[in-house]
């Protein structure tokens, strides 16, 4: 079975752009959550997606946002982007409660 | 406030030197304890569930553990290849929400 599987793996960006960050999850895994690691702050939740609905949201601004479409698939959208956006994101997707991590994004805003 | 604490946050180790690493809850109703292990660069990779007190589960050297406050991680004779973040994380079944500590880095040296 192939795991989870996020694009692009890497990407730079400067301040005031905005990107979009997809994932999709293990086949048959209806559930797709988001998370925002760094040094400092470690894994923080983002928010989670189920059958294309919302079910959870992490305390973050409205500039991070979030769908997931009928197949599945995840995007994750940040508009204006701030140097402190830098970071780790990752991207699991569960069936029952066992989550199952993508290989994350690592972006980069100069 | 839910809430996951991790310690000690980094462990230097010998080869073939056990030991334990803690991870201490306080959440309002726990559906789950999960274990991953983390190296640099990449995404959590699963290791244990534990859904109630007294419960263990072993992967080779690891063993995880689990009381009403904490669990811990055992691991026996490490070797270097198990040099990682070892991260703890509770599904809280009021909110549903996943907590993450912030890891503990474990360093086997040989």
């Known amino acids: 079975k192939a795991g989870v599987t996020q694009t692009p793996r890497y990407l730079i960006k400067t301040r005031g752009q905005q990107v979009t960050l997809s994932c999709s999850p293990i086949?048959?895994?209806?559930?797709v959550s988001w998370y925002q690691q760094t040094p400092g702050q470690g894994l923080q939740f983002l928010f989670e997606?189920?059958?294309?609905?919302?079910?959870n949201k992490g305390n973050f601004p409205g500039r991070f946002s979030g769908r997931q479409f009928s197949n599945s698939r995840s995007e994750m959208n940040v508009s204006t982007l701030e140097l402190g956006d830098s970071a780790l994101y990752l991207c699991?997707?569960?069936?029952?409660?066992?989550?199952?991590f993508g290989p994350g994004t690592r972006l980069t805003v100069l | 406030e839910d809430q996951v604490t991790q310690s000690p946050e980094a462990l230097r180790l010998q080869e073939g030197e056990s030991s334990s690493l803690n991870c201490s809850y306080t959440?309002?109703?726990?559906?789950?304890l999960f274990w991953y292990r983390q190296d640099p660069g990449k995404g959590p990779e699963f290791l244990f569930t534990?859904?109630?007190a007294g419960e263990e589960k072993e992967k080779e050297r690891l063993k995880a553990t689990l009381t009403k406050k904490e669990s811990f991680l055992h691991i026996t004779a490490p070797k270097p290849e198990d040099s990682a973040t070892y991260l703890c994380?509770?599904?809280?079944?009021?909110?549903?929400?996943?907590?993450f500590g912030t890891g503990t880095r474990l360093k086997v040296l040989a």
């Open positions: 699991a997707s569960s069936s029952d409660n066992e989550q199952f």
């Open positions: 086949s048959g895994h209806r559930s």
């Open positions: 997606y189920f059958s294309e609905t919302q079910r």
């Open positions: 959440v309002s109703g726990l559906r789950g």
């Open positions: 534990l859904y109630s």
């Open positions: 994380a509770v599904l809280t079944s009021g909110t549903y929400k996943y907590i």
